[in-house]
C-alpha cells in the first residue's frame, strides 16, 4: 500500500517557468489538500478538495491552480514561478474531513531562481 | 495574534526524560486536537487525536486537551532517541458546505540525547 505519492522529490525551477507538482493516492481518500512548509511559517494550506470535480482555496492559493479529476489525483500548478515559491510541499489526504486524520506524501522540494 | 500558537523550541532532553510539548489556541471553534510528528525531509505523521477535554494514552504519549483553558498538550514518558523530531499540534474547525479546516502550530523541535 503506498499511501500518498509526490512527484517529483526535488526540482529546481528558473523565475517565470511552470510546473506541476503531481499527487496520487490509494486509499480511496475524498478529501485531498496541498500545504507548504516554511521556516517560521509552518504549514499553511494551499488548495484543497473533498472529492472529484471540487477544488477551493486554501490560506495562500495565489500563483498555484490545481484540479480534481479522479479521486486519486491532485496535481498542483505553478503557473509562472517566483522565489517567494521556493518552498517544501505536503500533499495530503484524509477519509473524513473533520477529524483532521491526514497521511501525507514525503514532500516535493522546490527551488525556485 | 495567530489562532495557534507553538514554542518552536529546540528543546533538548536526556534519554529516559519526560517531555512535554505545549500548544495554546484562541478559536472556541476547534472541534478535534491532534499531534503530527515530522522526522527530519519526512512528511508529518499522525500521532494521536482528541476530540474532547481530557487525557488520552498510547503507549509512551498522552495527549492532553483542556478547552476552558484552550491549551493542549503532548506528553512523552521515556524518551528515546527515535523521538527526535518535528512535534505539530494541529486543529479544525468547520469551514462550511460540509468541509472543515486544519491549522496547524508552527511545531518545536525535539532532540532526545543518549
Known amino acids: 500500500n503506498a499511501g500518498v505519492t509526490q512527484t517529483p522529490k526535488f526540482q529546481v525551477l528558473k523565475t517565470g517557468q511552470s510546473m506541476t507538482l503531481q499527487c496520487a493516492q490509494d486509499?480511496?481518500?475524498?478529501?485531498m489538500s496541498w500545504y507548504r512548509q516554511d521556516p517560521g511559517m509552518g504549514l499553511r494550506l494551499i488548495h484543497y478538495?473533498?472529492?472529484?470535480?471540487?477544488?477551493d482555496q486554501g490560506e495562500v492559493p495565489n500563483g498555484y491552480n490545481v484540479s480534481r479529476s479522479t479521486t486519486e489525483d491532485f496535481p498542483l500548478r505553478l503557473l509562472s514561478a517566483a522565489p517567494s515559491q521556493t518552498s517544501v510541499y505536503f500533499c495530503a489526504s484524509n477519509p473524513e474531513g473533520n477529524t483532521g486524520e491526514l497521511f501525507f506524501g514525503e514532500g516535493s522540494r522546490l527551488t525556485v531562481l | 495574534q495567530k489562532e495557534v500558537e507553538q514554542d518552536p523550541g529546540p528543546l533538548s532532553v536526556p534519554e529516559g526524560a519526560i517531555v512535554s510539548l505545549n500548544c495554546t489556541y484562541s478559536n472556541s471553534a476547534f472541534q478535534y486536537f491532534m499531534w503530527y510528528r515530522q522526522y527530519s525531509r519526512k512528511g508529518p505523521e499522525l500521532l494521536m487525536y482528541?476530540?474532547?477535554?481530557g487525557n488520552k494514552e498510547d503507549g509512551r504519549f498522552t495527549a492532553q486537551v483542556d478547552k476552558s483553558s484552550k491549551y493542549i498538550s503532548l506528553f512523552i514518558r521515556d524518551s528515546q532517541p527515535s523521538d527526535s523530531a518535528t512535534y505539530l499540534c494541529?486543529?479544525?474547525?468547520?469551514?462550511?458546505?460540509?468541509?472543515?479546516?486544519?491549522?496547524f502550530g508552527k511545531g518545536t523541535k525535539l532532540s532526545v540525547i543518549p
Open positions: 486509499m480511496n481518500h475524498e478529501y
Open positions: 494541529a486543529m479544525t474547525t468547520y469551514s462550511g458546505a460540509g468541509s472543515y479546516q486544519l491549522t
Open positions: 478538495s473533498v472529492g472529484a470535480g471540487i477544488t
Open positions: 482528541t476530540y474532547s477535554s
